[in-house]
């Protein structure tokens, strides 16, 4: 695994030329052609005349539907102030709430305080026992796909809430609370027991650890350094029997967000930012093993999710969708070891939105340029970050957000994910169609996707997810991810 990972390293040309290599070998093996959707678009457009119009306009043949999230992402139309796309129904879903969008069965949530809500969304419309019977009936899988994402005044999340570094409830699942655990196993159980006809599971969880997110590293909310977490009795626990000594953790977070808040008045620390912060790291590199601690929460509920899924179903698929964050930050990079994924997982969506990707790349880069590279100026730490994660031919930070990432990138993050990766673990990079931007930022075209989708192939994908979900996805769009996949399949 070592040896193939460096090998990707070497040079781009090296990369280059054995990702041709291996699409050339690549031909004849089926692929796998998914597309991310909400209920709302079976309940608006038809479920036989959906299914239908995704097999003709993009080769689909694996549905990913999302079955329970509180998120704008995956369910419910296009939010304002995006423009509806050219099908559905034309009205925005101002009131969405989320939930669970199957019926859920009680019996698997004993274990948990965590209310299992059924989304109010659409009132006596189960999606799975929908859609599964009339995408069987066309040979079309369905994956339920489920993320970590909730509501404030979900009934008893707050028996499942983090404890940050001052001891408040934080606005997140600790992974370890055991209401959490059970909440996911339960979800999992619910999924494979009440719909055995499902062809199997995906789960994502967008979220890092204190340290990245006390530095602001990732494209989403900058840093919060006062938040860091967590420090509840169950994480604390198992810090002990790690042999990570809490009280020194706690005082490295403090002394991190001192840091951090003179940095945002303006005093810049006599050493410059970076010195500071790295001695920080070495007085407390508790810092760090908490980082790791956190890593582990998260790693256990894989494994558990895995554990469960596989002694319900053990011939059915799960797998993991792995946070944009990974394209930007090393940071969080270097903890998605795609090698380590092999132990408990059967596939990888790794996100590669290359159009909504500039936008994104831009706003990581100005996060962390207030924190950890505030000695640079954004447009060196761009080219750091360029560096650093392997992609040589970028643009300048004027002109990412509009322009967004090349399907060069889209090619290269396969092509390390697959090298990376276990040789039982499928590699199915998420491809952005009409993800929303700001004003004036990077729209996706068709020719966008085309490109994207045959630079994955090119770079071994086994298959690629169309993301984020069809309800904002524009028709020439979908058509031309479908003339791409078309195109690989018939090679
Ligand atoms: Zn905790």
């Known amino acids: 695994m070592v040896t193939r990972r460096r090998f990707v390293q070497q040079g781009a ?50 549905l990913f539907v999302a079955t329970f999230t509180y998120g704008r992402g995956i369910a419910g139309r296009q939010p304002k102030p995006n423009p509806l796309p050219d099908h559905g129904k034309q009205e925005y879903d101002d009131n969405f709430r989320g939930g669970i969008f199957f ?16 989304a109010p969304d ?16 066309r040979q079309v899988k369905v994956i339920a796909w489920f993320e970590d994402v909730f509501r404030k005044d979900v009934p008893g999340l707050d028996q499942a809430l983090e404890v940050d570094v001052h001891g408040q409830p934080g606005t997140r699942l600790c992974l370890r609370n055991p209401n959490t655990r059970a909440f996911w196993l339960g979800l999992v159980e619910d999924h494979l027991r009440s719909y055995p006809e499902l062809d199997g599971l995906m789960w994502g969880s967008e979220r890092q650890g204190p340290l990245n997110d006390a530095l602001g590293a990732s494209h989403g909310e900058g840093a919060r350094p006062a938040q860091s ?22 005082q490295g977070y403090l002394a991190l967000e001192e840091w951090l808040a003179a940095q945002a008045q303006g005093r810049k620390p006599a050493d410059g930012a970076f010195v500071t912060f790295w001695r920080i790291l070495v007085e407390q590199p508790e810092v760090l093993a908490w980082e790791r601690l956190w890593n582990e929460g998260l790693r256990d509920t894989y494994r558990d999710m895995y554990a469960r899924a596989h002694a319900l179903a053990p011939g059915k698929p799960i797998g993991w969708h792995l946070w944009h964050t990974n394209s930007f930050a090393p940071f969080y990079r270097a903890e998605q070891d795609y090698a380590a994924f092999g132990k408990y997982s059967d596939y990888l969506k790794v996100v590669m939105y290359n159009n909504c990707g500039g936008p994104r790349m831009a706003r990581y880069v100005r996060n962390v340029s207030k924190t950890l590279f505030a000695d640079l100026t954004p447009e060196e730490t761009l080219q750091l970050v360029y560096r650093i994660q392997q992609y040589p031919s970028e643009k300048p930070l004027d002109r990412i957000p509009q322009e967004g990432l090349s399907a060069e990138y889209v090619l290269r993050e396969t092509s ?11 590699v199915w990079p998420g491809i952005d169609i009409d993800i929303p931007t700001g004003p004036g930022e990077k729209k996706t075209q068709p ?20 993301s984020r979900k069809y309800s904002e996805m524009r028709l ?16």
């Not at 019926?103 to 059924?118: C, D, L, N, V």
């Open 476 to 491: 020439d769009n979908l058509r031309a991810a479908g003339r791409a996949i078309r195109e690989v399949t018939r090679a």
């Open 447 to 466: 020719d966008d996707v085309y490109q994207a989708v045959k630079a994955a192939f090119a770079g071994g994908a086994h298959g690629v997810i169309l």
């Open 103 to 118: 019926t859920p069965h009680p019996q698997y949530y004993g274990q948990t305080r965590i209310t299992p809500e059924k």
């Open 416 to 426: 390390r994910a697959v090298a990376g990766a276990a040789p039982n673990v499928k």
């Open 229 to 250: 977490a967590c420090f509840c009795p169950h994480c604390r626990e198992a810090a002990r029997r790690m042999g990570i000594d809490t009280e020194r953790a706690r």
């Open 13 to 62: 040309l090296v990369a280059a030329g054995a990702a041709l290599t291996r699409s050339r070998a690549l031909a004849a093996a089926p692929v796998m052609t998914g597309i991310q959707i909400g209920a709302v678009s079976f309940v608006d457009e038809g479920t036989d005349k959906t299914i239908d119009a995704l097999r003709e306009m993009a080769a689909v043949d694996t």
């Open 122 to 137: 659409h009132p006596g419309y189960d999606v799975l026992a929908d859609v599964l019977p009339a995408a069987h009936r």
